[in-house]
């Protein structure tokens, strides 16, 4: 029998701090790799490469272990009894493969309910079901516990899930990479890995906490939860007021009325010598109003931009110009308004292709995200706006500063924020639109839409936004004019 004994230091144990580790065995964890063969025939009955249990934690403890298991294994194989191997659990890989599963079961199927043709094409398109509600998370999940977690244990020699210790935990947190930007070093954007911040640290401890909480209590693939013991990175709190909760003009991550103007006025410049200036000059007002990532104005279908004249009891008020598009993040559709140069504008474009405004419909709709993308970065950088890693604000960030614009107002709510972002809260469990059609939308849902559509009318009307940009506009100014047919 081939064998070798040793134990392995925690982190702070002061025989694990030598060059060369002593075989000191001082209350550690014992491990062992051995391989019993039959002394006769030299036919390998069994190998084991793991951790000890807990309770052994001296040499003699260890050596008294292996040779029980040695005449255990050649008792059984000289009876021609089957060989009970040693059951060490479930994998690391096993366990985060069930907990994935697990999580992903939590999504129930929905209730029976109509749907457009244009819902029915959109699933086939993302590759959905009809009661496919699995949210994003399960995605991050699967990204931190069954690639990352797992090619962890692996550089560690750590194979079963029972053998993952509180400092392989905590070092597993502190290896996760931060976010990665992009810097202009000597005039060439540069790719730059950031260091992992405490509010992502401490997300990524929850996870873990509460997987490991699954599967200690509810799987009961583990005797005892070695996450217990993390905790949050706690940081002082500043004696001065975070500036993000300031005037929006005091922050450089805000968009303001007049940085707006200055990106409108060079988006020409930006684009020239493309048939795509008026494409990105309507998606950068689309932006600016509606709050839609990138990706989903791509996606824009031409029948899902409308307007609803005034009804005949109030020939007064104003006709309600919006677009209805997808929000990936919670598998809905979000009703939004925008003003009436932005109808203008997208109703004068010509289509892409028979169904959307800005896309073929053939391909990957990524490829032409960073098409038009790349020609605002390039209208920002004219109209002055700082640098991304200076804290200039980018396409993305309209959505933040139309959130926190609505939270400033006074009937404003997080929900409010929630539902203009497209986001779920614990509070509002309606769905923005079911189907492409709005008349499809649920009651609840399509009254949620209307009263933030009317406070963020207010807001951009407070800000000097809504109405249509003079040097965008014909002389004789913006008109209410009837709607298209």
């Known amino acids: 029998m081939k064998r070798e004994i040793y134990p392995r230091h925690k982190a702070k144990c002061p025989n694990g701090k030598a060059k060369r580790p002593r075989k000191k065995f001082d209350g550690c964890r014992v491990y062992a790799r051995s ?37 255990l294994v050649i008792e059984k194989h000289q009876r021609g009894d089957k060989v009970a191997t040693i059951n060490r659990g479930a994998t690391v890989k096993e366990a985060g493969s ?19 043709e244009n819902v029915r094409r959109t699933q086939e398109r993302l590759k ?93 693939l ?45 988006i020409p410049e930006a684009s020239k010598g493309t048939k795509l200036g008026p494409y990105v000059a309507a998606i950068f007002e689309v932006s600016v109003y ?9 996606q824009i279908e031409c029948s899902n931009v409308y307007c609803d004249p005034p009804d005949a009891d109030d020939p007064n008020r104003e006709p309600e110009y919006g677009i209805v598009y997808w929000e990936p993040k919670n598998n809905a559709w979000r009703d939004a308004w925008i003003p009436e ?18 896309w073929s419909g053939n391909g990957d709709p990524e490829s032409w995200s960073k098409r038009y993308s790349a020609y605002l970065l390039k209208a920002f950088r004219l109209a002055g706006v700082p640098e991304r890693h200076q804290g200039g604000p980018r396409i993305h960030q309209f959505r933040h500063t139309n959130s926190s614009g609505l939270m400033d107002l006074e009937q404003g709510k997080i929900e409010h924020a ?23 939308i649920d009651a609840q849902a399509k009254l949620q839409n ?20 003079v040097f965008a506009m014909d002389d004789a100014g913006p008109t209410h004019q009837p709607c298209a047919d």
């Open 341 to 358: 140069h932005v109808y203008r504008m997208l109703t004068a474009l010509t289509p892409k292709s028979e169904k959307y405004l800005f």
């Open 98 to 116: 069930k907990y994935i599963t697990e999580q992903k079961r939590h999504f129930g199927k929905l209730e029976p309910f109509q749907i457009s």
């Open 128 to 220: 959905i079901g009809p009661d496919d509600r699995q949210h994003e998370i399960v995605e991050k999940l699967g990204l931190l516990f069954a690639i990352r977690f797992p090619a962890f244990s692996e550089e560690h020699n750590i194979r079963y899930i029972r053998d993952v210790e509180y400092d392989h935990l905590t070092a597993f947190l502190d290896a996760q990479p931060g976010r990665v930007v992009t810097e202009i070093i000597d005039g060439i954007p540069t790719k730059a890995q950031k260091p992992q911040s405490h509010v992502t640290w401490n997300k990524n401890m929850e996870s873990v906490k509460r997987f490991f909480r699954w599967l200690h209590l509810e799987a009961k």
């Open 418 to 440: 929630a539902a203009t972002l497209g986001h779920a809260t614990p509070t509002d469990k309606a769905r923005v639109g079911t189907t492409a059609s709005r008349f499809y």
């Open 35 to 71: 391989s019993i063969t039959d002394p006769h025939t030299g036919l390998l009955l069994e190998e084991f490469n793991g951790a000890l249990p807990p309770h052994i934690t001296t040499k003699d403890a260890a050596d008294m272990f292996v040779n029980q298991r040695f005449a």
């Open 450 to 469: 209307r009263r933030v559509n009317l406070m963020m009318r207010d807001m951009f009307k407070e800000k000097g936004l809504w109405t249509a940009p």
């Open 290 to 298: 509606a709050n839609p990532r990138i990706t989903s104005t791509v």
């Open 222 to 266: 583990i005797e005892s939860n070695p996450a217990e013991r993390l905790k949050a990175i706690k940081l002082q709190k500043p004696k001065t007021p975070n500036p993000r909760f300031k005037e929006a003009d005091a922050n450089k991550k805000q968009w303001t009325p007049v940085t707006v103007n200055a990106v409108r006025r060079v």
